[in-house]
């Protein structure tokens, strides 16, 4: 059909239903009729229905969602964290580079990706030992010193906090959950103890598999054997460990768990 | 952890020499990413030992204990 037939056709069935609506205008004559359920809330109960934006409201609400999943990410979103082996002394990097080569294919920089993927970790120690050897001697690193450097190990902190979380029982501890939690004696538990935390990406400390020669090592000598050392990476209750080297105490973040 | 002990000598390996009414003991922080200490009451010839080499013996004993925390059923929880 010709343009010109078109509009004038259209003019035309415009013109019929202005003349309708104009003797009909006290019905309620809408000029939209090709929208036959939207008459309801237009124009039938426009006074009763103002809480029926029900389906007005769709609209508006729909495309916030389709919005929000868009915007969400953006500022939720963490940061990537760098995984890195931290600042290791040549001596540190031939023991690393040692241990990697032992544990192949793992190595230490897999280890961190699969296990520390936010680069913290947790180790935890009695109320009593951390007062004699942190608080009392002004321990400026944690763990095992000597004259090449002070030796920890440590796990993931999400590992080692779900454990806590699980084994609290109102003011205190259940120290069998915590040790059957992390894959040790219930006795390591007893009493009072300190949680602490590292973030290793701030503190870039040296971070590696830990070796049988490392200072605290109690070598497994049967798979029976728990709360001993196993080579690759995790503990003989299966828990993701690392060693981490000259740990500064004034950048753990303490938590106690009575 | 008492009030009266008698700390003897502290070392940066995290253990500690105590001297008790009943002789001499050596304190070792044990474990790995869960510490806790035990403790073993030193022998005659084990605190001669110390008597004479000092921090050698106790770093050599220390890391006995280290290396195998019940000692012989030597040790007890601290």
């Known amino acids: 059909m010709p343009s010109s037939m078109l509009t004038l056709t259209t003019a035309l069935s415009r013109a019929v239903v202005t003349l309708l609506c104009t003797s009909m205008v006290a019905l309620g004559c809408s000029t939209e009729p090709a929208k036959p359920t939207e008459p309801a809330r237009k124009s039938a109960e426009p006074a009763a229905k103002p809480a029926e934006p029900r389906p007005a409201a769709e609209p508006t609400v729909e495309p916030k969602s389709a919005i929000e999943p868009t915007v969400e990410p953006k500022s939720i979103e963490p940061a990537p964290v760098l995984i890195s082996t931290g600042k290791c002394s040549e001596q540190q990097s031939a023991i690393a580079k040692q241990a990697d080569e032992r544990a192949t294919p793992w190595t230490i920089l897999q280890h961190l990706e699969k296990n520390f993927p936010d680069m913290r970790v947790s180790w935890l120690m009695k109320e009593t030992p951390y007062q004699n050897y942190v608080v009392k001697t002004g321990a400026t690193n944690f763990g095992r010193c000597n004259d090449t450097g002070c030796y920890l190990f440590a796990a993931p902190t999400a590992v080692i906090e779900a454990a806590v979380e699980k084994s609290l029982t109102g003011e205190t501890h259940d120290p069998a959950v915590l040790g059957e939690a992390l894959g040790l004696p219930a006795a390591n538990f007893e009493g009072p103890l300190r949680m602490m935390t590292l973030d290793l990406a701030a503190t870039q400390s040296c971070v590696r598999l830990p070796v049988d020669e490392d200072p605290g090592v109690w070598k497994c000598k049967s798979d029976a054997d728990k709360d001993c050392f196993k080579f690759g990476g995790y503990t003989s209750g299966n828990v993701p460990e690392l060693m981490v080297i000259d740990a500064p105490v004034a950048q753990a973040t303490l938590r106690e768990i009575p | ?78």
């Open chain 2, 1 to 78: 952890m008492s009030a009266d002990e008698d700390v003897v000598y502290q070392s940066p390996l995290m253990y500690r020499i105590l001297r008790e009414s009943e002789g001499l003991v050596l304190e070792v922080v044990v474990g790995g990413f869960a510490m806790s200490t035990v403790r073993v009451r030193l022998s005659a010839d084990e605190a001669l030992n110390y008597q004479r080499e000092g921090t050698r013996f106790s770093d050599r004993l220390a890391n006995a204990i280290l290396a195998d925390p019940p000692f012989g059923g030597r040790t007890y929880p601290a």
